[in-house]
């Protein structure tokens, strides 16, 4: 599933859903003015049972909706953090 609602200046806002290998995606596309727009605001995946937040530019923070939604901490993988340092949050590790 797809769908892009349009911003200001030809930019879209995109939702791209790939259910099958589970890859959710919120992005910006377009163009401002002269200038190529293309930014990943929100890309999930589902990977051995646990939700993979592997980017997350929004304000209030995609993870802090998983948590209020009830979502276990140990159930959430921060993607965007290297490897080594996810054991020193409150997450998964992977």
Do not use: N
């Not at 589970?22 to 727009?37: A, E, I, S």
């Not at 990943?40 to 939700?51: N, P």
């Not at 993979?52 to 209020?68: A, C, N, P, R, Y």
């Amino acid at each position: 599933m797809s769908g892009c609602l349009t911003l200001l200046k030809m930019v879209w806002e995109c939702l791209a859903f790939d259910e099958i290998r589970d890859h959710y995606f919120w992005f910006h596309l377009g163009w401002d003015g002269k200038h190529r727009v293309q930014s990943v605001m929100v890309y999930l995946r589902i990977r051995d049972g646990k939700i993979w937040v592997e980017e997350d530019w929004t304000k209030q923070g995609i993870v802090k909706e998983l948590l209020e939604a009830e979502v276990p901490h140990e159930d959430i993988v921060l993607g965007f953090q290297h490897p080594s340092k996810r054991p020193l949050t409150e997450f998964a590790s992977a």
